[in-house]
């Protein structure tokens, strides 16, 4: 499609980036129903990784096949796929052109004792597979965070140079952070910060709860005269965070939730200015018919032409 | 655009080849008016370094300006972009994702006293400038095309790795050919042959003539009972030629022309099964509106919505 | 042999994988009696290097012979034969072409300390001795594990590339797993799943049991309405989560045990859709009669040739 | 199937290569209808780069398209398909696993003014292939001959490090021999010496006629005592230049002639020791059936089953 | 300085260019007299190299003195100082700061026999060095000249990555061109082109004569109604062909002449809208004060301060 007004304000954003990141950018941008919006909607589906498979896809065991996941992002006619190796490559053939493509370079799985993660993709596989993006986690906070920066960091470089946009995906944990500190209002626009510094070109983060995790940063926050209890303001505050909303900031929906929740989440995202959505397990573990008709209210969320009700 | 069944079965033709390399065919038979139906109109702009700036672009000054080249290709609603390193850098960053790019990573000048070619652009500037393909001349005939070839191999076996489609511009000339022999239709469909033996993704030729250019092979067309008086014919046996239809073809239209000249050979085309057009000279040395004009007829000419009388 | 549908099916699942590694594939699964059945009988031969000679070899001292171990696999008509370096490269030469080989490429002891393997193959050894395939160790939930990980994914992109497939052996341990959890269906299935996600062709698990180890994985086991205690139902649901069964999955025989006990497991390995076995130790430590008769037994219940009583 | 005898004898004639290599040899000696039988019969389809797509398939149109040359091969029981790259990448996917396949990996073509040969594919290109062996033209005498002596053995090196087995095309031509002197007894004896000086594994010459070309060779074949009229003494004469029949030597039927005079040249090659044929033009150009029954012929001639009356 | 909107408009002509080379481009226009105003005036002391020392520096011996260059360039207040790597090396640790510098990296003598140049520095000498620019002479036209567009390409590649500008001496001679064509307008403004597309950011021309020298180019040239015997209209064309003035295109004064013949080019140069002039022999020649004068009656011509009577 054209590139459209809203896209040509965010890719200009990234002045100095090299053309073929922007290039990849704008075939997010523009790709899917929420195409040329300036809204993104990312269907994530690295939860069998960093789960298991049985939590992951016995609710809804089509998602077991990774053919599945694909024709659930084309036909939702979402903006791309986010996955991992084995995953993209067990479909990239078959429906090469037809939806962007994010993989998701390194994981992690819920046997592990301690939080990090392995690098289980590399910029060669995102060539040959036709991504338009590479994405890694950082765990802020955690012990291995500072070897997670180095790792990214080089890997983004590598990426860069190869015209491939580079995905955070920013989640706070391990360390001396609480537990409700890792959904913390401070530390996950804390978090979006140093992905952005870190040469992030696209951010996902968590919706933050209204909780300040840093004893420090309490007054910063008493004094911004901001009503951090709307969901909406706790969205701006961490877009503001992006570089002033420079950066495109997308927040994920966490744990399976009714449909309502949801929908409520997406308007406070917009209403907040934030970028759009990354929806897994809210969309993967449910029926197809009935995944196909949430995701379709997410967009026309996102389009403005719907309430959602 | 979804993929259509037209692209589906172009693509299926490749099988085997790297996902990246499909999405990005997909990318270039997806885009622009003609998306979707199998069919490319390609803008080259390869001929200030190929016969000077004068000769290019004084007719129609405008095109003194990359950037009026890279609207020319979006406005119109062209398939793809072709041109060397430096004109494509000069506007990629502007119009990052406004239309699919095909480096020209090989260029000659007429200043030149043999046929042969300079490498002027790697794959590497093809990733960074967020290219789909990347492009080479190779002249079937000459002293020097033995190392062409190899030359396109290497870059080509490059560029396959990182995904990128591969597209050879096969053009005859040279050692004992005639100048007739440059387009004769047994030496054009050899080249189109040796192009997809060579790897090639896109093969680019000029129409052929209805001449044969080599004593051995003339008792080989004497026996097909085809009319090869018929333009049309000559054009489906060059795509016969590349794996019997199997790799995209398309065909030059030359020097400048007057447009119904033009348009015939477009219906030629079509009519012979060949995949589109590469318009040069025609398009950019004529007015803006000239040329948007007859690219509008030469492009529904291609989905038969008019007979361009 | 002439590729079978149920070859041809297999190989499908596979697409958009390299044409050498379809083609090294089709090699285990047309070779042997088990050939173009879709089912794969393989010799592994690594427990002299994992719990030494004396254990692995002194119940049948021909073992001792690396040649023995080829003559073996070559006489019981099986589908490959896996070893490490110094094993293979024993009778690499003599057996050339006499049954496909896979080069075991990293490898442990029971002198270590702690879960991790050392790697004591590359990519080159593997083309070198003419192998079909290389085969790598993980431990998931180990301390190492991520490094295993970033081990495997970095040679098997290596042997991809080289047109070899890549086996990974899938082996649950350390960190916070139980001895239990070792075998543990939730487990086991979560480690295929990894296994795939990193790329493997053919995924190597032991059987598992009805044991549920990860205490977030028990509601949706409990869920999924499935009578675990039944054997083939854990082999289907293992199978299931290697990307529903698009992933070959073969299953360890473990210890030594009585053939009746050794048949019941390939009974429900074969009606749970698992793709074969891989038998050590309940081959090499039989005397080499007793080790025939017991292959041949397993080899016609894959093939539904007996009921193996 | 199993290593048959005379497969294990020629395999023990490359005493000291490494297994790869023989691994490979063993896959062209062990499939197909003569497996077993220490007799190959090669399929060649590079005749579209070295004549032209219209000479090669204009007489059977159906060879146009690479896979239908896949299906001749596989149909009709061959040892191998050799081709370029683009031919053999066309189908390589598709049939993987179907037949062996020879990369080409050097080409001319008609166009030329001298006779010299294009690198036109690696040993990379072989492996991600899926191909058992790479094969290179030499033109003994030709004033380039020592630049590819040395290309070949460069190219031979690295494929035979990767278990890759090596074919040469030994094609005298140029410099100072006469046309009669390209198929000279004492030329083609010669020819296939320096190959296997070279390294091949397999040796591809034409069948030599009865004429010797060097002066000085003249008295050395008049005191052998030998009838050299007899094509079966020629045959027999070759394979004793190729080290005393220790590499596999294989003759190319030329030009498209009758079946007859092919079945006589077969029977030829058996009497004089050769190990088989390589049958482009003579198998393609036929229609289907024809070309079917023609090389059920030929094997079963190879096989002793038939007097191919 | 402060960026001046001038200099802000001609970084704007690079967008999608790497910063660092913004930065470099931007400390060349804003260096010196002339900084701010978007013209350049440039000190090159290749003529040691090119033509020999006494025919250099004997008519002003205190030439043979690097530091005297240096000092001749910082105290005319120039815009850049352009020479040889040992040149460089001799004054760059005394003058670090002073002005800024272009590494002349490829090299000719007056000794040799045919047109080319030999490669004389690297990107790492230029960043040792404290340069902001690395340049290269390419002979467009001469045998050679492939080759040299070859190396150049390699090396402004690696120079933009490293933030240096690229700047090219373009100056036809050689092959077909006759010695009256190396000025020519059509072959100067050809060769302006060229070093455009091959990514130079500033063009080093000569002044072009009204002689045109491609037959094939006349038409093109007679169509355009412009008066070229105008040397200002000569300028305004090579600009225009460097893509339509996106690239600094600056011109040099050629062999010693008198002072007002050189004012009358440097007021064609800036009535044509060219970025300024190179000025070697007449200065460095000259006595130092009246070069001195000479320059500042050059700058201030630039500046439109003076009339330079």
New interface residues.
């Given amino acids: 499609?054209?590139?459209s007004d809203h896209?040509r304000h965010i890719?200009a954003q990234y002045d100095?980036e090299?053309?073929?990141?922007?290039?990849?950018?704008?075939?997010l941008?523009?790709h899917g129903r929420t195409g040329g919006s300036g809204k993104l909607v990312i269907l994530p589906v690295d939860q069998?990784?960093e789960?298991?498979?049985?939590?992951s896809f016995?609710?809804n065991?089509a998602g077991?096949?990774?053919h599945?996941v694909f024709e659930l992002a084309?036909e939702a006619g979402l903006s791309a796929l986010a996955a991992?190796?084995?995953?993209l490559?067990?479909?990239?053939?078959?429906f090469?052109?037809?939806v962007p493509?994010i993989l998701k370079a390194n994981?992690?799985?819920?046997?592990?004792?301690h939080a990090?993660?392995?690098?289980?993709?590399?910029v060669?596989?995102a060539?040959?597979?036709?991504?338009s993006a590479i994405g890694f986690t950082i765990y802020p906070g955690a012990d291995s965070q500072y070897e997670m920066f180095e790792e990214v960091r080089e890997a983004a470089a590598e990426a860069r140079?190869?015209?491939l946009a580079v995905v955070v995906w920013a989640y706070p944990r391990g360390g001396k952070l609480s537990k409700d500190g890792e959904t913390a209002l401070d530390v996950v626009a804390y978090s979006a910060h140093m992905a952005a510094l870190l040469g992030a070109h696209i951010i996902k983060v968590k919706l933050p709860s209204a909780h300040i995790e840093q004893p420090e940063a309490k007054s910063a926050y008493a004094g911004m005269g901001i009503d951090f209890s709307v969901l909406s303001n706790r969205v701006a505050h961490v877009v503001k965070a992006a570089f002033d909303g420079r950066r495109i900031v997308v927040f994920s929906g966490g744990p399976a939730k009714d449909s309502q929740a949801l929908y409520d989440e997406v308007r406070a995202i917009r209403a907040g200015g934030g970028h759009g959505s990354i929806v897994g397990r809210n969309s993967f573990q449910r029926p197809r018919e009935d995944a196909l008709a949430m995701l379709d209210t997410v967009i026309r969320l996102y389009l403005g032409e719907t309430a959602g009700a």
């Fill in positions: 499609m054209q590139i896209v890719l100095g090299r053309p073929g990141v922007k290039a990849n950018l704008a075939r941008l523009l069998g990784f789960h298991g498979p049985a939590r016995a609710p065991p077991y096949d990774p599945y084309v991992p190796l084995g995953l490559a067990a479909g990239a053939d078959r090469a052109g037809a493509l994981s992690a799985n819920s046997l592990a004792g990090d993660q392995a690098i289980t993709g590399t060669g596989d060539l040959e597979l036709g991504c140079a190869c015209g």
